[in-house]
């Protein structure tokens, strides 16, 4: 089964583009590092939940959408010590400070 990591973020709107070109740079490290698959997306349909919700998790304000994002791994690789991630880390066209990320092991993939 592969190891999955996964990210919710709150992006501005207006940084639709720029979270694209950071997230196509971004891309090719994970490869690099043993992801089989990367996957971001842009939030269309995000409810407002009565107790939690995508939009609270992150504390989206007012014009900014939530992004959920994974990768996928054929084993748990670490990458966040690589030098050109710590860069980019620094250049995130959102707040990394809200967002929300883990590791996750699959344990059903149909």
């Known amino acids: 089964m592969a ?3 996964g990210f919710v973020a709150a992006v501005p709107e207006s940084n639709k583009t ?5 997230a196509a740079k971004a891309a090719p490290l994970f490869k690099e590092f043993g992801a089989t698959r990367v996957v971001e997306c842009w939030g269309d349909d995000i409810p ?3 107790l939690t919700d995508f939009r609270g998790a992150v504390k989206a304000r007012k014009g900014e ?4 994002s994974w990768i996928e791994y054929a084993a748990n690789k670490k990458i966040m010590s690589d030098p050109r991630m ?3 880390g ?3 066209p959102f707040d990394g400070k809200r ?3 883990g590791g996750f092991m699959a344990i059903l993939d149909v």
């Open 3 to 5: 190891y999955v990591e």
């Open 86 to 88: 710590k860069k980019m």
């Open 18 to 22: 720029a979270y694209r070109r950071h």
């Open 65 to 68: 959408v939530v992004v959920f």
């Open 48 to 50: 407002d939940g009565k």
């Open 99 to 101: 967002m929300i990320f």
């Open 90 to 92: 620094a250049t995130m």
